[in-house]
């Protein structure tokens, strides 16, 4: 079955860059997701990319996905303190998600 | 904007018992799903279900599960006999049919405590 591996702990400055990474076996998953979850909260959807796509744009995130590699990032830039979470890469079909087990982004002051 | 929602928030059991978690999906969507995260560890996949039936199930998901959608909003979780490893908080996702529309929208989850 699919394995995806994140890193467990980023800690960034604020207004620097974060870029967390994620790696996947699974060279024919369809969609790539990453999800934000805040303390006691459930998982927010941040953005996706399609297979077909190696870069997204949405504001502050840019995804880029390296097909060959089996690799995902994703990039916050101007990280403020409320992006402060764990962030979880997911990637599968839209019938079925594989998470990875999330890194958690501390946004030092 | 709408949200799936789940009740309770938190759910404490003793072991052997039986616990029935509840959804309520985004009133459009089609798919629905359940997924858990035990403590400190990954989001994991337990079942998809569409069309009154199940779509798609892990090994995780065995006899002492089962999922139901009784009316038009309502998606439930059943546990019949909880073991201690039950423990964890369970995410009810749904999405809408198709399309570009293939996000799948989460719940803020159920934390289940068997005791």
């Known amino acids: 079955g699919e394995d995806v591996e994140q890193s467990l702990f980023l800690s960034v400055r604020e207004g620097d860059s974060s870029v967390i990474n994620c790696t996947y076996t699974?060279?024919?998953?369809?969609?790539l997701y990453w999800y934000k979850q805040e303390p006691g909260a459930g998982l927010q959807l941040l953005t996706y990319?399609?297979?077909?796509?190696d870069m997204k744009q949405d504001q502050r995130l840019t995804v880029l996905l390296n097909k060959k590699d089996k690799h995902l990032s994703l990039r916050i830039a101007d990280t403020q303190t409320g992006d402060s979470a764990i962030y979880f890469c997911?990637?599968?079909?839209?019938?079925?998600?594989?998470f990875g087990s999330g890194t958690q982004l501390t946004v030092l002051p | 904007e709408p949200e799936v929602t789940q009740t309770p928030s938190h759910q404490v059991t003793q072991m052997g018992q039986e616990v029935i978690l509840r959804c309520v999906p985004i009133s459009n969507h089609l798919y629905f799903y359940w997924y858990r995260q035990i403590l400190g560890q990954k989001v994991e996949f337990l079942v998809s279900f569409y069309n009154n039936e199940i779509s798609e199930k892990s090994e995780i998901f065995d006899d002492q599960f089962s999922v139901e959608r009784p009316d038009g909003s309502n998606f439930t979780l059943k546990i019949r006999s909880t073991k201690l490893e039950d423990s964890a908080m369970y995410f009810c996702a749904s999405r809408p049919r198709g399309g570009l529309d293939n996000e799948q929208f989460f719940g803020p989850g159920t934390r289940l405590t068997v005791l």
């Open positions: 990319i399609f297979s077909n796509m």
């Open positions: 699974d060279s024919s998953s369809t969609y």
């Open positions: 997911a990637v599968g079909s839209a019938r079925q998600l594989t």
